[in-house]
């Protein structure tokens, strides 16, 4: 087969961001432009905000990343695009970018999953072997999959309530972090020590996965210990939650790996560029001798090479979208 080449869009949350990927694996080009320093002044994102930023950046981002590949439109195959799910507002940006450029160049167009995409990161610098165990950790997700052949996914265990990365998000702004707190707490928490107790979310043996119970936690310890006017050790506390979140992580790693004898192991997710969680992960398989892969940390949060990765065993198959492809903000993972 010739090489292909895919240019993919991602504009789920709040980075507008453009690649050129060369045979489902090859990075030719990646633009993120991030609207990070903007949501932070008001601790979280915005949506309008977001996809109004989307509007203005999006050809830029197109330009830069074509520039940036040395290739012209005519070399790209094919238009990925990330639909599903997300912001409303931000995919639906990157959607209709997309079916324009699709029709005006008259080519093929390519409907991607966010969280499939996540998963495919891992074809960048090392390649997904089948069947893999996914791990996908992010600010919408906690899944737990295995990955049984290029297009098939099998749903082990998922969160029932907030996903890892929200709890993240929502500790470090208890304990006045700025956002995305996620990379805030993992700083605070290699200065502190897990002295904290506290509770271990959905201590069972499903696949399942639930942080409520240990937000609400800390979000009480917090208000009750600020009462009292003691201080809290922000350092520790980080150091005690992270613990204790990736603890419920690797405990459900092992007993899938353990259940289901699988070999290989793949990490996903923005909240898979913590060091902590990666290294905890890759003990786990270590002690199981399963083969064990994360993406470097630039392709763990949100970019659009993954989703040009995930979009190559669609371009092979010729599963394409029409001009009616909408955005939708929640779908699940079993559905690509
Ligand atoms: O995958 P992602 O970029 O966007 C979604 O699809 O949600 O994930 C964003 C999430 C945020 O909650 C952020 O705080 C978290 O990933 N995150 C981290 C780290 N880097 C990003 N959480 C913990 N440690 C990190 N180093
Ligand atoms: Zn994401």
Do not use: W
């Not at 006045?176 to 107790?197: D, R, V």
């Not at 520790?236 to 289901?260: C, G, Y």
């Amino acid at each position: 087969m010739k090489d292909v080449y895919i240019l993919a869009i991602e504009t789920s949350c709040d980075e507008t961001s453009m690649a050129i990927v060369k045979n489902g694996r090859e990075v030719k080009a990646l633009t993120i432009l991030t609207q990070m320093d903007t949501h932070a002044t008001y601790g979280g994102v915005v949506p309008e905000i977001a996809s109004r930023m989307h509007a203005e950046n999006i050809t830029i981002v197109l330009d830069e990343t074509l520039k940036k590949s040395q290739l012209k439109i005519d070399d790209i195959d094919a238009i990925a695009v990330t639909y599903a799910p997300g912001l409303l507002g931000s995919l639906l940006v990157g959607v209709e970018c997309a079916k324009v450029l699709a029709y005006v160049y008259n080519k093929p167009l390519i409907a991607v999953n966010h969280t499939i995409g996540h998963i495919y990161a891992n074809n960048i610098e090392n390649q997904i072997v089948y069947p893999s165990l996914a791990l996908i950790v992010s600010g919408g997700h906690t899944d737990l999959v295995i990955l049984k052949s290029e297009r098939e996914i099998q749903l082990l265990g998922s969160t029932i309530d907030d996903s890892i990365g929200e709890v993240f998000d929502k500790v470090a702004r208890l304990l006045k972090m700025k956002y995305p707190g996620g990379p805030n707490i993992e700083k605070k928490a290699l200065l502190g020590k897990s002295s904290y107790k506290l509770p271990k979310p959905m201590n069972n043996d499903s696949y399942n996965f639930s942080y409520s119970g240990l937000k609400s936690y800390i979000t009480n310890l917090i208000h009750n210990e600020q009462q009292k006017n003691h201080q809290i050790n922000v350092e520790d506390l980080s150091a005690s939650f992270q613990e204790v979140a990736v603890d419920e992580l690797t405990r459900k790693v092992r007993l899938a790996l353990k259940n289901t004898n699988i070999k290989n192991m793949v990490l996903a997710g923005g909240v898979s560029a913590n060091k902590y969680l990666r290294n905890e992960i890759a003990k786990v398989c270590e002690e199981l001798k399963v083969n064990f892969h994360v993406p470097n940390i630039l392709y763990c949060t949100d970019n659009a090479a993954m989703i040009g990765c995930a979009a190559y065993p669609l371009y092979k198959a010729q599963i394409f979208a029409d001009f009616n492809l909408n955005a939708k903000s929640n779908e699940s993972i079993i559905r690509n």
